[in-house]
């Protein structure tokens, strides 16, 4: 159990451009999931996915932002033309759905974005 | 709507004394409810659970109460220790649904 990985661990870009974020999941885990956590608040839903299929997209979760999960191992969220309300902690966490009600979730680190 | 409260963005505590923390919810289909904690720069890590058919659950040095009626959860950190400063997240889900979290408490716990 390596833990649940996320790339990079700082992002800083300009507003409008293009980030994408990578993150890992614990290699039997077939859940996961985003989160985004702004200063003083609890982390906040934005999609997940089961094995490959994203089951399920929060509606904070403009047409800007993007989820993939290729063959069901690590998954990418993508924001287009970034916006500074967008600057927030992106956290990934990932689960075996037999095991979360005892175990919850295992989550990242986080990618930790501003935008300028 | 937010449907877990955590109504104390902070608390202090004695090194040794009880810590309580404390979370309402307004979702009657909540069937679980969890506690995470959170250090600085690290993502949050499971702690503790219960299951809404239960009133109580132990674990170590924490214990987790239930009131459904009044749908009121807390936290309960026997002795406290400065290693337990970090920001306490309640949180609920449905289930086979995903968990939502409350606001945070960050608990400062001093020597």
């Known amino acids: 159990d390596t833990g649940v990985s996320q790339d990079p661990r700082h992002k800083i870009t300009k507003r409008g451009q293009n980030v994408t974020f990578r993150c890992d999941p614990i290699?039997?885990?077939?859940?996961l999931y985003w989160y985004r956590q702004t200063l003083g608040q609890g982390p906040e839903f934005l999609t997940y996915?089961?094995?490959?299929?994203?089951?399920?997209k929060s509606r904070l979760l403009s047409d800007r932002f993007s989820a993939e999960r290729p063959k069901g191992s690590f998954s990418t969220l993508e924001i287009q033309r970034t916006e500074q309300g967008d600057s927030a902690m992106y956290l990934c966490?990932?689960?075996?759905?037999?095991?979360?009600?005892?175990?919850?979730?295992?989550f990242g680190s986080g990618t930790r974005l501003t935008v300028v | 709507d937010q449907q877990v409260k955590q109504n104390s963005p902070s608390l202090s505590v004695q090194e040794g004394r009880i810590s309580i923390l404390n979370c309402d919810y307004t979702?009657?289909?909540?069937?679980?409810f969890l506690w995470y904690k959170k250090y600085p720069a690290e993502g949050p890590t499971f702690l503790i659970s219960?299951?809404?058919?239960?009133d109580k659950n132990e674990d170590g040095r924490f214990t987790v109460f239930l009131n459904k009626s009044a749908k009121h959860l807390s936290l309960h950190i026997v002795p406290s220790q400065p290693g337990d400063s970090a920001v306490y997240f309640c949180?609920?889900?449905?289930?086979?649904?995903?968990?939502?979290f409350g606001p945070g408490t960050s608990l400062s716990v001093i020597p």
């Open positions: 966490a990932s689960s075996a759905p037999y095991r979360e009600i005892y175990y919850g979730y295992t």
């Open positions: 290699s039997e885990h077939n859940r």
């Open positions: 996915f089961q094995n490959e299929a994203q089951l399920e």
């Open positions: 979702n009657s289909m909540f069937d679980y």
């Open positions: 219960i299951s809404s058919i239960k």
């Open positions: 949180a609920a889900r449905t289930s086979y649904d995903k968990v939502i």
